[in-house]
């Protein structure tokens, strides 16, 4: 991915450090999605102190640079080095997210938000789960756990936000549809879970996502990744990844096209070996083709983890990286 600064002509809100996300032009494809994504909002989000327009643009400079920073940070180190970083200084994540969010800004503009087609990809097989239970998804490098806002409004629960808006929320939903249940249980897994009064403490769980030993083997009914296959050992991810995932679950992966590469160097065919060796099969490999900046493939877990346990990346064909790391542009 290569990351420079560029100006939008879209009517929406300019960002500061908006990111090209690979060598084409800003053109929509049919795939392009704009529909926003209505997950229950953070509480104290866009509160604060007045700035003048020289310092909004300085905080704007510096959390820009900043987020870059961490960016490559994660995608050039190990899932443990990064876990063990942000661990010992969580401010690290606020950090990496408000940059992160003023990115995505740019993509619900011009190329579609990647978690707005896992949203849609996990309502659309919810109709396939049996035994009228809940649907468990394991949403791994949450962020700001938009997944989880979304599929799960209630989420915030009690003493979670202030009572007024909360009454008045509540009436809202009743009315908007009276009978829908709650039908999904989203683990959010993130590097940090963001401390009080933030109502995001509640509902991300802080790991580093080549381990959760707190999901059970075969307990989940979809694992999502949405561009947070950053650590260089994506190998070890995915793998534990297969653990959790029941057989017959679905991973649901989408990442940023160019770092799979292209043409000869494509490291398309490596990546989705691996996810095969894994015990994956590739349903859609590239569900939105059309798209220049993202790619979304869905898959199936077929074969158990007792036949995986023992499997390493040695066995995987091929050689080198999965995927490159996102590096943005010296200027
Ligand atoms: C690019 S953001 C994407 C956030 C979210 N999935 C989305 O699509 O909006 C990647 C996320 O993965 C998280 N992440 C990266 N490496 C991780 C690790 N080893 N364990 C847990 N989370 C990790 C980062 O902290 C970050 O929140």
Redesign the pocket.
């Known amino acids: 991915m290569s990351f420079k600064r560029k100006s939008t002509s879209s009517s929406g809100p300019p960002s500061k450090y908006s990111i090209a996300l690979a060598d084409s032009d800003d053109s929509e494809s049919e795939d392009d999605v704009k529909v926003e994504i209505k997950a229950k909002p953070i509480a104290g989000e866009g509160k604060g102190t007045k700035l003048t327009a020289i310092q909004q643009a300085h905080k704007e400079k510096l959390s820009g640079s900043r987020f870059r920073v961490l960016n490559e940070e ?1 995608y050039t180190t190990t ?1 443990e080095e ?2 063990e970083r ?1 661990q010992s200084d969580p401010s690290l ?1 606020s950090d ?2 408000t940059g ?1 969010r003023e990115q ?1 800004k740019t993509w619900q503009e011009g190329s579609g ?3 707005h087609w896992i949203l849609e990809a996990i309502r659309s097989s919810s109709g396939s789960a049996g035994g009228g239970g809940k649907i468990e998804v394991a ?6 756990a ?1 997944i989880a806002r979304t599929l799960c409004p209630g989420l915030f629960g009690a003493g979670g936000e202030d009572g007024k808006k909360k009454k008045k929320k509540k009436k809202k939903k009743k009315n908007d549809n009276p009978t829908q249940p709650q039908t999904f249980l989203v683990h959010s ?4 879970s963001p401390p009080p009064p933030s109502p995001l403490s509640s509902i991300i769980r802080a ?4 381990s959760v030993p707190f999901l059970p083997t075969e307990s989940v009914d979809i694992n999502v990744y ?3 296959l ?2 260089t050992d994506v190998f070890n ?1 995915l793998k534990e990844g297969s653990r959790v995932l029941k057989i017959g679950g679905r991973l649901l992966i ?1 990442e940023v096209r160019s770092r799979f590469g292209t043409g000869n160097e494509s490291l398309l065919p490596r990546f989705k070996g691996m996810l095969e060796v894994l015990g994956f099969r590739v349903v859609n490999g590239d569900k939105r083709k059309n798209n220049k900046f993202f790619i979304f493939m869905e898959l199936a877990k077929e074969i158990g983890w007792d036949e995986v346990e023992e499997i390493k990346e040695s066995d995987v064909v091929g050689e080198g990286p999965f995927l490159k790391p996102c590096i943005y542009k010296r200027r």
Not at 139 to 144: E, L, N, Q, T, V
């Open positions: 994660l899932s990064s876990w942000f994540f990496y997210h992160f995505a938000n990647p978690v949403d791994f490098g949450c962020g700001d938009t897994l993130d590097l940090v790991c580093n996502i080549s949405s561009l947070a950053m650590g991810i989408a």
